[in-house]
Structures are given as C-alpha cells and as structure tokens.
C-alpha cells in the first residue's frame, strides 16, 4: 500500500526550469528574484511590503526585532502553535506569555489574551491555527485599546482571507514560511509583509546584518551597520522556485478547499470524531486538517494504527510550554486547559495538493474502523 505523508510540495517542470535559469544566472543570492518574489508576495497578499528571508522562524525573529522591545518585554501567543511562535519572543529579550485557544476553532481566545495583558505586554503573536484566520477584528482591538504591536503568523494562512481582506494586510506585521509542507515552497524560507515603510526598512536591515545598504545599492565601498541583524538572506534559485509556485498557488488552494470538502463530507456521519468549527467571515486555507477525537483515551491508538497503514498523521500541535526547555524556564505550571484537552484528543490528517478523493476516501475508512 502507498504511504500518504500529511504534507508535501508539489514541483512540476516549470519550477524546475525557473530554478536552473537562476542557477546560470549572474546572481545566486541577493540579485533580481528576491525582488520579484517580493513583489509577487505583495501582490498576491495586497501588503505594501514584503521582506524574504531564509525560513519563517527567521522571519518571526525579525519581526519582533524591528520592534525594539526592551528586555523583559512581554509577548503574548499561543501554546498550540509551533515552538518558533514563541521562540521568537526569547531571541529579542522577551517573555513569551501563553493565553489559551478558544476550544472549537483552535485559535488563540481574544478574551484569554485580555486576561494577560500587564504593563510589560507589547505585542501579540496571533498563529492562523491549520489554515484558519484568527479573530483578527477583536485582537486589532485590543492592541489598540493596549498599545500593542499585532503579528500575525501567517505560516499556515498564505491564501486566507478575513471578512473579504487576505492574510497579509490584516495585522502591523505578518510572517509566512516556505518550509515545503506549507502551501507554496522555496525548500526553506519565509517572509514578513507589512504596511509600514519604516518597519520594512528594518527588516531589510535585519535580515543583513543590519547593514543599510545592499552592495547594488552603494556608491562606493561605503555602507553602515545601524543595527544587530544577522545573516538570514534567501538566495535568488530559492526566490526563482518561490516565484513559479506563486503562479500556482490559487490551485493549491483550491484544491485543498476541495480535499477539506470531501474530508467533512466522510467523517460528518462518523461518530466519535468532529472537525473544528470554521468561523463564518473567515476563508479557510488548509495547511493542515485537523480532526478531534470524542475519546482521548483512543488517540495514541488510533494514530499507531492509522500510521501502520502508511497513513502519515500526525498531532498539530504539543503546546509549546510543555517541551523540557520551556518548563525549565518557569512554565511548569502553567495549563492552557483548551489546549492541553485540544492536543489530547486531535490528529491531522494528510493534506496537500496530490491526495486524491479516494486517499480521502481510504483515508477515513481506515480512521474510522481504527476506533
Ligand atoms: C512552519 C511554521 C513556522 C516556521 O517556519 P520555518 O520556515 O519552518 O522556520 C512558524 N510558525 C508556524 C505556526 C509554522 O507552522
């Protein structure tokens, strides 16, 4: 029987041919692709700006040390994310601070996030949890009525929209990755979109070194280092690969809309198992697809056998504060309770742009005989 991974790219010829041109080509790194991918990323998203860099956990790092924040600085965000979500806020100084989900979408709680908030908190970092945008209306909310910076991490959301608007334009900063699970690929690597012309010439500077100027920028030899960036550069076949998926990207997502379909239509007379609710102003765009188990008991059991039949699920996501690192840093006590029940009970099932209607079909009969 062939294996079904829960997530894969999807190459064809014309990626390959765009990424041997770049390859024979007079730049390998910082030449005119990363441009055109950058602009392809605006255009797509509707965002003013957008800044490529080498992974999306890069690109989280950036976006929170354009800010500035001063050490000790709190950051709200979710545990049901994955570890770089809140890892980011560790790089730049900061205390990751976790508020709960909301139980049925699996996003973050606007009122969770209320709760938390002290004197210290400057921004939150929303996760568009398997796809689905946050409740961006209420936290814009809140970080205005709070003073804070809203950042979005867009890793799972490239193609969703919010009341009509694409992820993108919908928070101060956005963050995407082009790991190859996700919906477009560039092997490794990820982007911030922004509105601020301010902030993305931060990021630009962050993301070399926090040098002003690009060599093609410079008169002579003469550049500043104004900032502590690193080197977090994506090189131009990488942007070459990211430009020819982005011609593709409304068929990826079309297609995942179609798979996530077919998934609700199977399991919808199943017992024992639902899917998360989907928000009636918000566009799904399946990164994952996530079911919850009625019975945690049978989880572990269920995964075991589904991936003994060359069924790639897998569990999205541990929260994050349970890993040993971050109970060592003073989050042993701490329970989300929606989380910790959510991670408890949730598989996410295969899904990308070649599983076909009867892996949807196979796929459900074998999970669904499991329990
Ligand atoms: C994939 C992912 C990231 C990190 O992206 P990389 O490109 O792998 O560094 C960050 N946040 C979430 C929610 C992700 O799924």
């Not at 963050?175 to 010439?201: C, M, N, R, W, Y």
């Not at 977090?232 to 409304?250: E, H, N, W």
Request: charged share 20%; glycine share 8%.
């Amino acid at each position: 029987m062939k294996n079904i991974p829960y997530g894969r790219q999807s190459i064809d010829a014309d990626d390959i041919s765009a990424v041997s041109e770049a390859l024979q080509s007079d730049f390998l790194t910082t030449g005119p692709r990363v441009a055109e991918f950058e602009k392809s990323l605006c255009s797509f998203t509707g965002a003013s700006h957008a800044i490529a860099v080498n992974s999306g956990t890069s690109a989280l790092d950036i976006a929170v040390g354009a800010l500035g924040f001063p050490a000790g600085s709190e950051i709200i965000t979710t545990p049901f994310t994955f570890a770089a979500s809140a890892n980011c806020a560790l790089y730049n100084g900061c205390k990751p601070v976790f508020a709960d989900i909301n139980p049925h979408t699996l996003n973050i709680d606007p009122a969770q996030v209320e709760k938390k908030i002290t004197k210290k908190t400057k921004a939150i970092v929303c996760v568009d949890y398997a796809g689905q945008p946050c409740q961006m209306g209420e936290l814009s909310e809140l970080a205005k009525k709070h003073g804070l910076v809203l950042i979005e991490d867009a890793a799972h959301s490239l193609g969703a929209k919010y009341n009509g608007k694409k992820v993108g334009t919908l928070a101060d900063l956005t963050t995407f990755s082009f790991h190859p699970v996700k919906h477009i690929t560039t092997g490794e690597g990820g982007a911030v979109a922004t509105q601020d012309e301010g902030l993305a010439a931060k990021l630009r500077m962050l993301r070399n070194h926090g040098i002003d100027k690009a060599p093609s920028e410079r008169q002579g030899y003469l550049y500043d280092m104004k900032m502590l960036g690193k080197n977090y550069r994506i090189t131009d076949f990488q942007c070459a690969l990211g430009v020819s998926q982005m011609k593709k990207l409304p068929q990826f997502l079309s297609r995942r809309r179609e798979i996530a379909k077919l998934y609700e239509k199977e399991l919808s007379s199943a017992g024992g198992v639902s899917t998360p609710t989907v928000l009636p102003n918000v566009l799904h765009a399946y990164h994952l697809f996530p079911v919850l188990l009625d019975e945690p008991k049978i989880r572990d059991r269920v995964f075991e056998s589904m991936r003994k039949k060359g069924i790639g699920v897998n569990v999205h996501y541990i929260p994050v504060y349970k890993f040993s690192y971050y109970q060592k840093l003073g989050y042993a006590d701490l329970q989300c309770r929606s989380a910790e029940s959510a991670y408890a009970r949730l598989l996410t099932l295969p899904m990308h742009f070649g599983i076909t209607a009867q892996d949807v079909h196979h796929i459900c009969k074998c999970l669904i005989e499991s329990f």
